[in-house]
């Protein structure tokens, strides 16, 4: 792809990234909301009981990929807002752009 990920990414082998992530349950919709503690700010309608905000966190973040939803997993932060996501792709995904000074992130010098 020639251009570096992004910070919230980190490429750990062949074909599998790890997507850090901080998880705003219960919102209204369903969308990226910036960059927060150096992480992707999902927003998601889902609460977080039951594993259901998990289970839609896969489901979204494959969708907005472009993967299939066995390609996403979730690595790490079960019963946490931050989180920690497994990608396989045998190519890097299109990352989303987000601007850090959305949401808390630090803003871009």
């Known amino acids: 792809m ?3 990920p992004p910070l919230f990414v980190r490429k ?3 074909g599998e990234w790890r ?3 901080w998880v705003q349950p219960g919102a209204r919709k369903d969308e990226l909301a910036g960059v927060h503690d150096d992480r992707l ?3 998601l309608c889902a609460p977080a009981v039951d594993n259901k905000a998990n289970k839609a ?3 979204y973040v494959a969708g907005l990929l472009g993967l299939k939803r066995n390609q996403v997993s979730l690595a790490a932060g079960h019963t946490s807002r931050r989180k920690t996501l497994r990608v396989l792709a045998e190519k890097e995904p299109i990352w989303p ?3 850090m000074d959305e949401a808390g992130g630090q803003p871009p010098t």
Request: no cysteine.
């Open 2 to 4: 020639g251009q570096a």
């Open 12 to 14: 750990t082998g062949g």
């Open 19 to 21: 997507l850090e992530v």
């Open 41 to 43: 700010k999902i927003r």
């Open 57 to 59: 966190l896969v489901l």
């Open 97 to 99: 752009e987000v601007r």
